[in-house]
């Protein structure tokens, strides 16, 4: 029997709440496929860095180097600024283990309503593949001046390696899906960073004849996202592009609380990480209303990664079942439901095919 450790990072608001349903969930799915997933949590949050002015301890990355995976919740909250749990540990975790891919797969499920109207389940499907680890997301820059003359700086970091590597990761997935990849790019209006970008798309396809390729501007794109997203197969994007298209196409398959995603390390020389792509959610938290579909299949991805392939069919599969009968669902899905009724359900609803 394999044993697995796996770090939780529940974190703040919601993702607390989603956390304890993900693992409920894969609780059920390794007893009946056969292994144990050893469980450490950490409580690092905006909470803790209240109490003692760190998000996470100093050796935090050293303290998880040695797990299998980690499932993140999510983190920030009000009082906290954002960049302070962002760049307190979300960031530093991606970059120490070299998750450079963020992966973000999105569909339309069963049972849930899309705002585009008459698509059905199986039409709508679709991944992004975000660059993880630099990009527009990065440290350099600064303040300058005072008063009406104040201004700062931002600058974008985009390596050949980084670039180069991400591209083909999403080439490969085609491969493995419809075999058609589109880019989002700005090399109109972001001329240094993004002319760069497009060059070494267009080297990577031209290793990639059976897949087919496009570039799009990210502006076009986004409205394609919703007029046509039976257009979409898998999207490769920089860092903001990416985390901004994967909270559209989100949207447009029924919410926030359906998209999961992972921090993965291709390479399996570090752990990857695993969370849903919606925040800590404080307008809702605390009310028990929250959807756990997303940390969920953030889950299923997590045993995916670890090799576990029937049992992350088998935790996909519950959540089709549960949301095609639509007796359980939260409010976000026009129920009446809580977010441990919902967990529970789908723990219920595993099932060895
Ligand atoms: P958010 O994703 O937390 O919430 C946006 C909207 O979607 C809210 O109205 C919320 O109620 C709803 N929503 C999100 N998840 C839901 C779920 N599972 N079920 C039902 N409704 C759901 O984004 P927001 O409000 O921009 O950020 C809130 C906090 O979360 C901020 O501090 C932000 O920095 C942090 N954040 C953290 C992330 C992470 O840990 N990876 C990612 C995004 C935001
Ligand atoms: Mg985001």
Not at 169 to 193: D, M, P, W
Not at 296 to 323: F, K, Y
């Amino acid at each position: 029997m394999s044993d697995y450790r796996i770090a939780s990072i529940p974190g703040d608001g919601i993702g607390v709440d989603v956390q304890i349903e993900a693992r409920k969930v894969l609780e059920r799915a390794a007893e009946l496929h056969g292994f144990v997933l050893q469980w450490t949590e950490f409580d690092w949050s905006c909470e803790r860095f209240a109490q003692t002015g760190t998000m996470m301890p100093d050796d935090g990355v050293q303290l998880l180097a040695g797990f299998d995976q980690i499932l993140l919740g999510a983190v920030g909250f009000p009082g906290v600024p954002d960049h302070v749990s962002l760049w307190g540990l979300l960031i530093p975790l991606r970059r120490a283990f070299s998750q450079y891919v963020n992966l973000r797969p999105v569909r339309l499920l069963p049972g849930t309503n899309t705002v585009l109207a008459g698509r059905t389940a199986g039409e709508l499907e679709m991944v992004i593949v975000r660059e993880n680890s630099e990009g527009e997301y990065s440290r350099i820059g600064g303040r300058h001046g005072t008063g009406a003359g104040e201004f700062a700086l931002q600058e974008s970091v985009f390596t050949r390696t980084g670039v180069e590597r991400i591209v083909r990761y999403a080439f490969e997935l085609a491969k493995t899906r419809t075999g058609r990849v589109v880019s989002a790019t700005k090399s109109n209006g972001i001329i240094h960073t993004m002319p760069f970008w497009d060059e070494i798309f267009a080297e990577i396809a031209a290793e990639y004849p059976d897949v087919h390729s496009e570039q799009c501007h990210i502006d076009a794109l986004a409205a394609r996202m919703v007029q046509q997203p039976e257009r979409i197969d898998v999207v490769v994007a920089s860092n903001l592009f990416g985390d901004i298209l994967s909270d559209l196409a989100a949207a447009v398959t029924g919410g926030l609380g359906m998209a999961p995603s992972g921090n993965i390390n291709p390479e399996s020389t570090h752990p990857s990480m695993f969370e849903a792509v919606h925040g800590s959610a404080p307008d809702i938290a605390g009310q028990g209303i929250a959807n756990p579909v997303a940390q969920i299949l953030a889950g299923a991805m997590l045993l995916d990664h670890l090799g576990e392939r029937a049992a992350a069919g088998s935790v996909s599969a519950a959540v089709e079942t549960v949301l095609a009968a639509g007796e359980v669902a939260t409010p976000d899905l026009g129920g009446k439901s809580t977010t441990a009724e919902l967990g529970t359900a789908v723990a219920e609803a595993v099932k060895i095919s």
